[in-house]
C-alpha cells in the first residue's frame, strides 16, 4: 500500500527566503505520480504541482519546484521567494493505485511566513 | 469555469439528525472523491465513484453513513443519525484521468459541527 510521510509538522521561513519541505513515500508500483497541495486557513485544497515518476526533469510551477529523487523515493517541495500568502498547510499525496484512484495524504506541514 | 461546488459550506446539527452534503463536480469529470478531514485522522478518503458507480465505500465508517450519485453532475453524502465524531470538514473532489494524471480538483469543503 502507498505511504506518505511529512516528517515536519511545522515550519518558519523569513519572507524573500526559499523553503524545502520534505516529503518521503512507499510504493512497489514501478510507475506513479506525487502531487503537493495548500492548503490556506480558509480551508480549501488547491492544487500546486505534479511529479511523475518517469518524468526526467524535476516539476517547477512558478515558484514551486520538486526536488525529485527517486532512488530514495523522496519528493521534497520547493519554495522560492517565499511571501507571507504562503503561510498554509501543505499536503503531500500519491495515488492509491494507478489510474484514477484515491489519493492518499501525509499528515501535512503548516508553514508560516515571517514578515 | 464553475469548480467543483459543494454545499452547505457550513452545518451545525443536532446528534440524531439527519445530515445531506451535496456535491457538484467539474463538468466532464467522471471521478468523484469523498474525503474527511480532522485533526487527529487527517484526510482520509470515505468513497469514490467512477462514471458514476460506487468503486471503494471501504472508508465509510459505518452503516449510518451512505453515498449516491444518481448521475455525472451530482452526488450526496448522507449520515444518518449523526454524532458528535461525525464533526470534520468533509470534501468533494473531481478527476478525469488525461495522460495518466488524475489531478483532483477540490471544493470548498462542507464543516460539520455535531453538537
Known amino acids: 500500500a502507498q505511504k506518505i510521510t511529512q516528517t515536519q509538522p511545522g515550519m518558519f521561513v523569513q519572507e524573500k527566503e526559499a523553503v524545502t519541505l520534505d516529503c518521503t513515500y512507499d510504493?512497489?508500483?514501478?510507475?506513479?505520480?506525487l502531487f503537493w497541495y495548500k492548503q490556506p486557513s480558509s480551508g480549501e485544497m488547491i492544487f500546486l504541482i505534479y511529479q511523475g515518476s518517469y518524468d526526467q526533469q524535476n516539476a517547477t510551477e512558478g515558484r514551486y519546484s520538486l526536488n525529485f529523487q527517486k532512488a530514495r523515493k523522496s519528493a521534497n517541495l520547493v519554495i522560492s521567494a517565499s511571501q507571507l500568502g504562503d503561510s498554509a498547510m501543505y499536503f503531500c499525496?500519491?495515488?492509491?493505485?494507478?489510474?484514477?484512484?484515491?489519493?492518499?495524504f501525509g499528515k501535512g506541514t503548516r508553514l508560516s511566513v515571517i514578515a | 469555469d464553475a469548480g467543483v461546488i459543494q454545499s452547505p459550506r457550513h452545518e451545525v446539527t443536532e446528534m440524531g439528525q439527519e445530515v445531506t452534503l451535496r456535491c457538484k463536480p467539474i463538468?466532464?469529470?467522471?471521478?468523484l472523491f469523498w474525503y474527511r478531514q480532522t485533526m487527529m485522522r487527517g484526510l482520509e478518503l470515505l468513497i469514490y465513484f467512477n462514471n458514476n458507480v460506487p468503486i471503494d465505500d471501504s472508508g465509510m465508517p459505518e452503516d449510518r453513513f451512505s453515498a449516491k450519485m444518481p448521475n455525472a453532475s451530482f452526488s450526496t453524502l448522507k449520515i444518518q443519525p449523526s454524532e458528535p465524531r461525525d464533526s470534520a470538514v468533509y470534501f468533494c473532489a473531481s478527476s478525469f484521468l488525461s495522460g495518466g494524471i488524475n489531478e483532483q480538483f477540490f471544493g470548498p469543503g462542507t464543516r460539520l459541527t455535531v453538537l
Open positions: 510504493t512497489s508500483d514501478p510507475s506513479y505520480g
Open positions: 463538468s466532464g469529470h467522471n471521478s
Open positions: 499525496a500519491m495515488p492509491r493505485n494507478s489510474g484514477n484512484t484515491p489519493l492518499v
